[in-house]
């Protein structure tokens, strides 16, 4: 079991940044792929951000290529999404998952509760 906590989302005008953390705790936690994902109301989950468990493998949606960067500290057992040039079109509920391998797809094994980042224009 890998249990997920994210913090770090909130209110920011367009143009800000934002960096959001996730803890992982658990048996597996520290050799597991992180994903970051976000929910906008109405919409179904999309794929954000993944990274390896070593980091070698990192994969970013088209949407936030060059603006967002996933990152890791394994000695932590936390992951961070830093989120900069933010539009009003990243509001959304963000959620980190973990699983064995990297995938950009949403079948991942553990989810946290997710953490709200609006983003007013």
């Known amino acids: 079991q890998v249990q997920l906590v994210e913090s770090g989302g909130g209110l920011v005008q367009a143009g800000g940044s934002l960096r959001l953390s996730c803890a992982a705790s658990g048996r597996t936690s520290s050799s597991s792929a992180m994903g970051w994902f976000r929910q906008a109301p109405g919409k179904e989950r999309e794929f954000v951000a993944a990274?390896?468990?070593?980091?070698?493998?990192?994969y970013y949606a088209d949407s936030v290529k060059g603006r967002f960067s996933i990152s890791r500290d394994n000695a932590k057992n936390t992951v961070y999404l830093q989120m900069n040039s933010l539009k009003p079109e990243d509001t959304a509920v963000y959620y980190c998952a973990a699983r064995r391998r990297v995938a950009t797809t949403t079948d991942y094994d553990y989810w946290g509760q997710g953490t709200q980042v609006t983003v007013s224009s």
């Open positions: 990274m390896s468990w070593a980091g070698a493998t990192i």
